[in-house]
């Protein structure tokens, strides 16, 4: 199975503090993908980043991608409160490009 | 602004009544998923459709579920009869392929099945 895992299961810090989250795969991939789920709501696509690239930016996001070790990564850096959420890597392979989703890393972020 | 709508946000129903579920995709959109989530599983796709064909439905239950898009605007999942290990909150969400597809999702319907 191409489903990334991702670790922590649940992480909780302070507002103003960075939080890292991880997702490792078992196969190679053609993308992935970090989505944000709010408690009650669907998920929202984060940052996309493609197999030959090995660091994205996005706002108070970055995201890194190594290939050799099949694991990305996700900084959050200056978190807030609003940043509370579960987030999703969700990996792709062959040509179907149909993203599979992990179970999630749950972050909480204390004003 | 936008965005995949699904009808109803809640459900309550009674084990082995019908229940159908309605997605709006985003206009334009030619690949439409529906997804499965709950506390024990986590996400789970059901079913996708590339240009209102089904492509994969090997994460249904075949025997209670059926997924149809019967236009381009509307995609439907309903379970019959439904049982209690139905209750979960179930996701449509929408992309364009031709590439890596980012999925647009719709805010859920939660349902109940007592």
């Known amino acids: 199975s191409q489903q990334g895992e991702e670790d922590p299961q649940a992480l909780s810090i302070q507002e103003g503090e960075n939080a890292t989250m991880n997702c490792s795969y078992k196969?190679?991939?053609?993308?992935l993908q970090w989505y944000r789920q709010n408690s009650g709501r669907g998920l929202v696509h984060l940052i996309l980043?493609?197999?030959?690239?090995r660091e994205k930016h996005s706002g108070r996001l970055r995201v890194t991608l190594d290939t050799s070790k099949k694991s990305s990564s996700l900084l959050i850096t200056a978190s807030r409160a609003a940043d509370t959420a579960s987030y999703f890597c969700a990996t792709d392979a062959g040509g179907s490009y149909i993203p599979t989703f992990g179970r999630g890393t749950s972050l909480i972020v204390h004003p | 602004d936008a965005r995949v709508t699904q009808t109803p946000r809640h459900k309550v129903t009674e084990m082995g009544q019908e229940v159908t579920m309605r997605c709006q995709p985003i206009?334009?959109?030619?690949?439409v998923f529906w997804y499965r989530q709950t506390m024990m599983q986590g996400l789970e796709l059901l079913a996708y459709?590339?240009?209102?064909?089904?492509?994969?439905d090997s994460g249904m239950p075949k025997d209670r579920f059926s997924a149809e898009m019967p236009d381009a605007t509307l995609a439907t999942l309903k379970i019959q009869p439904s049982e209690p290990r139905d209750s979960a909150v179930y996701f449509c969400a929408s992309g364009t392929a031709g590439g890596p597809l980012e999925q647009y999702f719709g805010p859920g319907t939660r349902l109940t099945v007592t």
């Open positions: 196969t190679s991939i053609n993308n």
């Open positions: 206009l334009g959109h030619n690949t």
């Open positions: 459709f590339r240009n209102r064909a089904p492509l994969d």
């Open positions: 980043i493609r197999s030959n690239e």
